[in-house]
Nanobody
């Protein structure tokens, strides 16, 4: 398995931006599908964005978030713009071997980073 560590979360005002990072060790991420998920209090974890040979997004992220990877740094990023209070959640990155939105298919997870968007 690959070890994943998220960073970049914090408190931001509505309309602001944050860039989350997912740094990997133990295995190169370039051969993996990497996904970002989020979980708000009292809600189920939901898919946000994924990157394989292409990028793909959940409905909540389309048009506002961008996922990218830097293979030299073995890191995947999630650029989040035009943030809304409803984006408040713990954000997790995860690695899989297939292109998927199902969290059951991801076998390595980070510990999560908190994103709080104030109104």
């Amino acid at each position: 398995q690959v070890q994943l560590v998220e960073s970049g979360g914090g408190l931001v005002q509505a309309g602001g931006s944050l860039r989350l990072s997912c740094a990997a060790s133990g295995r190169t991420l370039s051969r993996n599908v990497v996904g970002w998920f989020r979980q708000a209090p009292g809600r189920e974890r939901e898919f946000v964005a994924g990157i394989s040979w292409r990028t793909y997004y959940g409905d909540s992220a389309k048009g506002r978030f961008t996922i990218s990877r830097d293979n030299a740094k073995n890191t995947v990023y999630l650029q989040m713009n035009s943030l809304k209070p409803e984006d408040t959640a713990v954000y997790y990155c995860a690695a899989a071997l297939i292109e998927t939105v199902n969290q059951e298919d991801f076998d390595s997870w980070g510990q999560g980073t908190q994103v709080t968007v104030s109104s």
